[in-house]
């Protein structure tokens, strides 16, 4: 099956720097969302972003599909962000069956 | 609308019991998906639905696991007889067609 890889496994941050998240995919994909797990468990998307580049606030993601992986910057990194990040994605032919990677966890500390 | 639901939120329970866990997905959405989390494992997908119809049902461990989605709107994750081994957060999710997929809060099972 596909595997999900993503880099690096653990983060620590001072608060208001500046972070890059990889997730590598080694298969042709439909479809990538990118998740947040804050320290209650909570999962939030962030993305959905099979391709190109989006935006929110302070966070951005860009997927380049054809070289199989996709980024996400964290800027001016905040407290709360801290938790557990995942990259998933949907196998071509597959539909909307999310494959999640291992996960990045950001400790940011003030 | 207020999201995917889950209950219980935390589920104790005795080896050999049976355990239901249940699940409301966000209306309108016809997808729906149960996964289970562990440290060892990570996110692991169960079983999936598609209009109330199972569709991937190749990550549910054994026999002792099996899923329900009578309507739209309810799917239950029964494991019977339950192990220490389940000891898991199990998160339902739903889509809709485009796929952007929510989660409810998960229910924390701890199996004695």
């Known amino acids: 099956g596909i595997q999900v890889e993503q880099s690096p496994p653990d983060l620590i941050l001072q608060e208001g720097a500046n972070s890059t998240l990889r997730c590598n995919f080694s298969?042709?994909?439909?479809?990538l969302q990118w998740f947040h797990q804050n320290p209650w468990g909570q999962l939030i998307n962030l993305f959905y972003?099979?391709?190109g580049t989006k935006q929110n606030g302070r966070l951005s993601a860009t997927t380049v599909a054809t070289e199989r992986y996709s980024l996400l910057y964290i800027s001016s990194s905040q407290t709360t962000d801290s938790g557990v990040y995942f990259c998933?994605?949907?196998?071509?032919?597959?539909?909307?069956?999310?494959?999640f990677g291992t996960g990045t966890l950001l400790a940011v500390q003030p | 609308d207020a999201g995917v639901i889950q209950s219980p939120r935390h589920e104790v329970t005795e080896m050999g019991q049976e355990v239901t866990l249940r699940c409301k997905p966000i209306?309108?959405?016809?997808?729906l998906f149960w996964y289970r989390q562990t440290m060892m494992r990570g996110l692991e997908l169960l079983i999936y639905?598609?209009?109330?119809?199972?569709?991937?049902d190749s990550g549910m461990p054994e026999d002792r696991f099996s899923a329900k989605m009578p309507n739209a709107s309810f799917s239950t994750l029964k494991i019977q007889p339950s192990e220490p081994r389940d000891s898991a957060v199990y998160f339902c999710?739903?889509?809709?067609?485009?796929?952007?997929?929510?989660f409810g809060s998960g229910t924390q099972l701890s199996v004695l």
């Open positions: 639905f598609n209009n109330n119809v199972p569709i991937d």
């Open positions: 972003i099979p391709s």
């Open positions: 998933a994605v949907v196998v071509r032919g597959a539909t909307n069956k999310l494959i």
């Open positions: 298969d042709s994909v439909n479809n």
């Open positions: 999710a739903s889509s809709g067609r485009v796929g952007k997929l929510f």
């Open positions: 209306s309108g959405h016809d997808y």
